[in-house]
């Protein structure tokens, strides 16, 4: 059980029989007023966010949140393809919803980290920088190149980048998937 000031981010409760995710807390005490903690959740399965506050006598269920690594294995019309490492007949999938944009960057063979509750697959985490290799990349073109100049690039995954006018087909780039810009030439 937890208390009330536990309810921090990144701390998984039960409110209402729903699995929540603290996202912001504030701890707050007015004059004379028992202190309340203020916090934002995000639904782990839905993902819509509710505010909500958590008075002194509040004790609170710890969601029970299962972590398995995996590998991504292919997307194919709209589903992704992963097995448990080391089980490659263990097979499950999961739409584009849940992979969001980040997905675009995973190549077959990549390790993640599948989050769980209840039997559910809720959330995939990528590794936070991947190497792709640059497949297509437009010529130089001279201009205003006072800020720096970018161009976009297509990677081996079929993903758009925007990037410095200096790579070239073929390079290798870092890419942070969390943000989905280019850090640097690997």
């Not at 996202?23 to 203020?38: G, S």
């Not at 029970?64 to 393809?81: D, H, L, R, T």
């Not at 410095?164 to 810009?181: A, C, H, S, W, Y």
Request: with cysteine.
């Amino acid at each position: 059980m937890l208390n009330y000031n536990e309810i921090k981010p990144g701390v998984a409760v039960l409110v209402e029989g729903e699995p929540y995710v603290c996202t912001w807390n504030n701890i707050m005490q007015k004059q004379m007023r028992r202190p309340v903690n203020q916090t934002k959740l995000k639904h782990l399965i839905k993902g819509n966010v509710i505010e909500y506050s958590f008075q002194q006598s509040d004790k609170l269920k710890e969601a029970e949140i299962e972590s398995k690594p995996a590998v991504f294995i292919y997307e194919k019309k709209g589903e992704w393809w992963f097995h448990e490492v080391g089980k490659p007949a263990e097979r499950f999938s999961t739409s584009d919803e849940l992979m969001g944009e980040s997905g675009h960057f995973l190549k077959d063979n990549t390790g993640v980290v599948t989050q769980w509750f209840d039997d559910k697959l809720f959330n995939v985490k990528l590794p936070i920088k991947v190497e792709l290799k640059v497949t297509e990349a437009p010529p130089d073109v001279r201009g205003n190149t006072a800020q720096g100049g970018s161009k976009i690039v297509t990677l081996e995954t079929g993903a758009t980048l925007t990037v410095p006018m200096f790579i070239k087909e073929g390079d290798v780039l870092r890419i942070n998937t969390e943000t989905g810009q280019y850090v640097e030439r690997a």
